[in-house]
């Protein structure tokens, strides 16, 4: 049986240059009665590439039976890239969400004209 207390790691080589990430979400406007917008992100999506090579490196696997848990890191890391297009979505999954919650929490109290203010004229965002 795989020890339930197992320590993991996962590290990533040469992403910071190599990983592209696009998050999308629809939204939703309410207009509430101090007469002003406020918006909520809804549906989020993330989407990412990794365009380097991860290490897996996972700890205390098999009750710390060294040879399986070698043997099992030595199979991760040559298949990593399978790994990674498994896990992807679900890992995707939660961090849309997680950044769908703070942009909640930022759009709850800050009226959508105020966050993104637009010029009266030509209806396009003002610059500084």
């Given at each position: 049986a795989v020890s339930k207390e197992a320590r993991s790691e996962?590290?990533?080589?040469?992403?910071?240059?190599?990983?592209?990430?696009?998050y999308i979400f629809k939204f939703t406007i309410d207009q509430r009665a101090d007469g002003k917008n406020y918006t909520s992100p809804v549906e989020p999506r993330?989407?990412?590439?990794?365009?380097?090579?991860?290490?897996?490196?996972?700890?205390?696997?098999?009750?710390?039976?060294?040879?399986?848990?070698?043997?099992?890191?030595i199979f991760l890391n040559e298949n990593w890239e399978?790994?990674?297009?498994?896990?992807?979505?679900?890992?995707?999954?939660?961090?849309?969400e997680a950044m769908r919650q703070i942009l909640a929490g930022i759009f709850d109290l800050v009226p959508l004209e105020d966050a993104f203010p637009l010029d009266a004229e030509t209806a396009t965002p003002q610059k500084d």
């Open positions: 996962i590290i990533f080589h040469r992403l910071a240059a190599k990983v592209n990430v696009k993330l989407e990412f590439d990794v365009g380097g090579r991860a290490y897996i490196y996972l700890k205390n696997l098999f009750n710390g039976d060294k040879l399986l848990g070698d043997q099992m890191n399978v790994l990674v297009k498994e896990v992807g979505p679900t890992i995707g999954e939660a961090i849309g």
